[in-house]
C-alpha cells in the first residue's frame, strides 16, 4: 500500500484555559488529543475504539477541520489541511455528528433539573438529589457542574 491518503503528525488539541462569559476565573484546561500520529492508506479500515472521552470523536472532527486543532499537522493526499484547502477535503470525506441538545448555558446538574422542576414534579433540592443519583449510575458525578461543551460525545448522550 502506497497511496497514502492521510497523514497526521503530533496531532495536538487542548480545550479550556480561557476566559468565558458566565464563568469565573479561566475555564479547566482539558488536553484531549496529546500527539497524534497515524498514517492512513486507501483501501484501510480503520475504528477508533477507546472510552467515552478519550478524544475520538474531537481526532474526527479535527481532521475535517470542524475543531481547529492546537497543534499538529494534517495532510490529505499530500496537502496541508487548512483553512485554504479545507473545501476540497470536505468534498471526500463523510462525517457524522453527534447532538443531544443540551442547553448549552447550563451546567450538567441544571439541564438535568430543569425539566422536574420547571414542571413542578420536585423542589429544586429533590431534582438536585435525583440528578446526582443519575450521574453517579452513569459513571459522570464528577461531572455535575461542567457545561456540555466541555463533555465528549459520548458523555452527553449519557447525560440527555
Known amino acids: 500500500m502506497t497511496d497514502k491518503i492521510l ?18 476565573g479561566l475555564t479547566p484546561k ?5 500527539g497524534i500520529d497515524i498514517d492512513i492508506y486507501r483501501g484501510d479500515v480503520v475504528c477508533l475504539i477507546g472510552p467515552s472521552g478519550c478524544g475520538k470523536s474531537t481526532f474526527l472532527r479535527c ?5 481547529v486543532p492546537t497543534g499538529g499537522t494534517i495532510k490529505f493526499e499530500g ?21 443531544f ?4 448555558h447550563m451546567t450538567v446538574r441544571e439541564n438535568l433539573c430543569m425539566a422536574p422542576v420547571l414542571l413542578k414534579l420536585k423542589d429544586r ?35 440527555a
Open 7 to 24: 497523514e497526521v503528525r503530533g496531532l495536538v488539541k487542548t480545550y479550556g484555559g480561557e476566559k468565558k462569559r458566565g464563568f469565573k
Open 30 to 34: 482539558l488536553d484531549v488529543l496529546k
Open 63 to 67: 481532521l475535517n477541520r470542524l475543531e
Open 79 to 99: 496537502e496541508v489541511v487548512d483553512e485554504a484547502h479545507i473545501d476540497r477535503l470536505r468534498q471526500k470525506m463523510g462525517m457524522v455528528f453527534q447532538h
Open 101 to 104: 441538545n443540551l442547553f448549552p
Open 125 to 159: 433540592a429533590a431534582a438536585e438529589k435525583r440528578a446526582d443519583e443519575l450521574l453517579e449510575r452513569v459513571g459522570l458525578s464528577d461531572k455535575a457542574n461542567v457545561y456540555p461543551a466541555s463533555l465528549s460525545g459520548g458523555q452527553q448522550q449519557r447525560i
